[in-house]
T-cell receptor, first 114, second 115 residues
Framework: AQKITQTQPGMFVQEKEAVTLDCTYDTSDPSYGLFWYKQPSSGEMIFLIYQGSYDQQNATEGRYSLNFQKARKSANLVISASQLGDSAMYFCAMSPLGFQKLVFGTGTRLLVSP | GAGVSQSPSNKVTEKGKDVELRCDPISGHTALYWYRQSLGQGLEFLIYFQGNSAPDKSGLPSDRFSAERTGGSVSTLTIQRTQQEDSAVYLC???FGGGRVDTQYFGPGTRLTVL
């Protein structure tokens, strides 16, 4: 079974600063994928970034990067140069390779202040 | 291009009534997923379709819940004899269903309230 742990219920950051959202995971699968989704107040889950367990390099997508430390089983999301529109819930999720169900963490609510 | 769409966006029903929730996946996506998001339980997987078959129904909470998918496209989640604990946001997602990276893209959800 897989488990995702997000220990930060809420985070505050000032506009233009960087912020790290923590995610640790537990799995016995040899290969897996790690995902981050953003859920603004409108409710839709927006895909941000993906990291495969087999990838040697950390994933990056624009202002988002994933700090993947396989030995520590962590997959932290780093948002650089925060913007007011980044205020939302952020969910870390994982699935075994084979395009099956996602297991989600409990989420972190990020508030970006001017 | 069009994303995943769900209808209705909101549904209020009385306890004991049946409800149907609809999901239109992204065109060409063969895999379709239903999840439920509630305050107490977080985000929970319900069922996964590959084409019209459902190889993983492990998340359906009871036999009051069923889902089908026709033509490898539209899916309907049916909840019979709704209970108050069924109140939640029901999210649908779709993916290509193949390849090394199979990202799931979500619809806006259906908010179900059972009175």
């Amino acid at each position: 079974a897989q488990k995702i742990t997000q220990t930060q219920p809420g985070m505050f950051v000032q506009e233009k600063e960087a912020v790290t959202l923590d995610c640790t995971y537990d799995t016995s699968d040899p290969s897996y994928g790690l995902f981050w989704y953003k859920q603004p107040s409108s409710g839709e889950m927006i895909f941000l970034i993906y990291q495969g367990s087999y990838d040697q390099q950390n994933a990056t997508e624009g202002r988002y990067s994933l700090n993947f430390q396989k030995a520590r089983k962590s997959a932290n999301l780093v948002i650089s140069a925060s913007q007011l529109g980044d205020s939302a819930m952020y969910f870390c999720a994982m699935s075994p390779l084979g395009f099956q169900k996602l297991v989600f963490g409990t989420g972190t609510r990020l508030l970006v202040s001017p | 291009g069009a994303g995943v769409s769900q209808s209705p966006s909101n549904k209020v029903t009385e306890k004991g009534k049946d409800v149907e929730l609809r999901c239109d996946p992204i065109s060409g996506h063969t895999a379709l997923y239903w999840y439920r998001q509630s305050l107490g339980q977080g985000l929970e997987f319900l069922i996964y379709f590959q084409g019209n078959s459902a190889p993983d129904k492990s998340g359906l909470p009871s036999d009051r819940f069923s889902a089908e998918r026709t033509g490898g496209s539209v899916s309907t989640l049916t909840i019979q004899r709704t209970q108050q604990e069924d109140s939640a946001v029901y999210l649908c997602a779709s993916s290509f269903g193949g390849g090394r990276v199979d990202t799931q893209y979500f619809g806006p959800g259906t908010r179900l309230t059972v009175l």
